[in-house]
């Protein structure tokens, strides 16, 4: 009986120990190792409250566009396919995608009506740096649905803007179906 005992006890006593070390664990776990967040480079876009779809179409040097179609690729994620008043919450009209990492080469990035019956269709658009600098922003005017326009190329060289590169020479992203 005495040994039945001296089992439970320290049985008990086991269990309370690894309870307090499961608790000092939760208090203080391990820190991570330091880690840079994505999103270098963010492309946002704005349009008014309604039904018209308007996407955001980003590329990178040579890499494959990322839309709504394609929502990745080696340097940009699009984190958000809005489509208007559908499927949605809230009137709030945008999409967004940003870079993991800024490597060197070429940047663009496109407005596309997809679906717009109120013509002309003013789409705000901003590229900024993670930093809070602003590369670009301004107003792109969609004409009628379906088309597609830049509104900035840019390149980047050792990590950062180069000065003067800026234009808004037509790309095509969205390949025609």
């Known amino acids: 009986m005495a040994m ?3 089992d439970l006890l320290f049985n008990f006593l086991f269990a309370l120990l690894a309870y307090i070390v499961a608790l000092l664990l939760q208090v203080n776990p391990p820190s991570a190792p330091d880690m840079t967040p994505p999103g270098n480079l963010i492309a946002a876009i ?3 409250a309604g039904d018209e779809d308007v996407d955001l179409w980003v590329s990178y040097a040579d890499d494959f566009a990322v839309g709504y179609s394609n929502k990745s690729a080696t340097v940009w994620s699009l984190l958000r396919d809005d489509l208007g008043n559908k499927n949605d919450t809230t009137p709030l009209n945008f999409e967004s995608a940003f870079t993991r990492g800024l490597p060197d080469g070429e940047y663009a990035v496109n407005v596309r009506c997809y679906a717009c019956t109120k013509v002309p269709m003013p789409v705000s658009v901003e590229v900024r740096l993670a ?10 005017d969609i004409m009628k649905s379906g088309q597609e326009r830049t509104a900035i190329r840019f390149r980047v060289a ?4 180069v000065a003067d590169s800026a234009n808004s020479v037509f790309k095509q992203m969205k390949r025609k179906s």
């Open 4 to 6: 039945l005992r001296a």
């Open 46 to 48: 704005t349009w008014p």
């Open 131 to 140: 930093d809070g600098g602003t590369v670009w922003s301004g107003v792109v």
């Open 158 to 161: 050792d990590g950062a803007v």
